[in-house]
């Protein structure tokens, strides 16, 4: 798949976290065991598991997959920076933080060409965060069919729903988001992306196989204090709409300029789900 930075990713962690819906995570707590096993699926630098793991049962063991393994060390520095005390595992962490204690394996995977290969230890949760908006149908049903065959629960936040609202407006908002949104649809190593689709194509997969589905608004919204963050974000913007070729390069050059200055707003959807099997009810993997 396309390749995030380290520094990327940190520069979008506190927005990540803030967006997530608290009514969402509460349910997902109570769904899962006291003594829970997850599999965090594209884990970057294990955001993921930093903003989940403090709603959680007091003993967590994570398995964090990825197939770049420099996002993998960074999650190991990040992971044992985040704890209160951290120890090295013959293949990860452990870490002991407001007195939960987690055990953290990290798995270097191509979940592009085998989402399943991550949870060959059944686990009771499978997780990702920004993952599926990037991914096709078609990878996402076969995500949805693996979670199944494993009897696990699934939650993922923040998948991109399309939406997005900056302040103040451009005369070029309409045609960057539009471009914006067809390159998106390209293919991100997963196939076509479903794009601002993924949600509901989780969803359909995942009623398929007899899940109760609940979905929940996560947008970002960020002002004045996430100029760090929103500087990066309209160059992204900006540059993905340009390699479109439905947006000329001046055009793009002047939108990212009033995007990057001070006084821009911007509140960005996404939505986050959560899928619990039916008992008795869960389709044939």
Excluded at 177 to 202: I, R, S
Aim: with cysteine; aromatic share 6%; net charge negative.
């Amino acid at each position: 798949m396309s390749g995030f930075s380290p520094d990327w990713l940190a520069l979008r962690e506190p927005a990540d976290h803030a967006a997530r819906d608290a009514g969402l995570v509460s349910t997902l707590a109570r769904a899962l065991p006291p003594r829970m096993r997850a599999v965090d699926l594209g884990c970057g630098t294990g955001s993921n598991l930093r903003a989940l793991a403090p709603h959680l049962g007091p003993r967590q063991d994570w398995v964090l997959a990825d197939h770049d393994p420099a996002l993998l060390a960074a999650a190991k520095t990040r992971l044992a920076a985040w704890a209160e005390r951290a120890e090295d595992a013959e293949d990860g962490l452990i870490l002991h933080r407001g007195g939960v204690r987690i055990t953290v394996r990290l798995r270097a995977l191509d979940l592009a060409a085998d989402p399943a290969a991550a949870l060959a230890e059944r686990p009771d949760l499978v997780t990702a965060a920004a993952l599926f908006d990037l991914a096709s149908e078609a990878w996402i049903a076969t995500v949805a069919r693996a979670v199944a065959g494993a009897g696990a629960v699934f939650y993922t936040a923040l998948t991109y729903d399309g939406q997005e609202n900056w302040t103040p407006p451009h005369p070029a908002d309409a045609a960057v988001h539009a471009a914006f949104l067809a390159h998106q649809a390209g293919d991100k190593g997963f196939g076509p992306a479903a794009g601002p689709g993924a949600t509901e194509a989780l969803t359909q997969a995942f009623r398929g196989h007899g899940y109760a589905v609940e979905t929940a608004a996560s947008p970002w919204r960020l002002g004045a204090d996430a100029a760090a963050l929103l500087r990066p974000l309209a160059e992204g913007t900006a540059r993905a709409a340009q390699e479109t070729g439905r947006v000329a390069a001046a055009e793009a050059a002047a939108w990212m300029a009033m995007r990057q200055a001070p006084g821009t707003e911007a509140v960005i959807g996404h939505r986050d789900l959560l899928a619990v099997p039916v008992r008795g009810e869960t389709a044939p993997a």
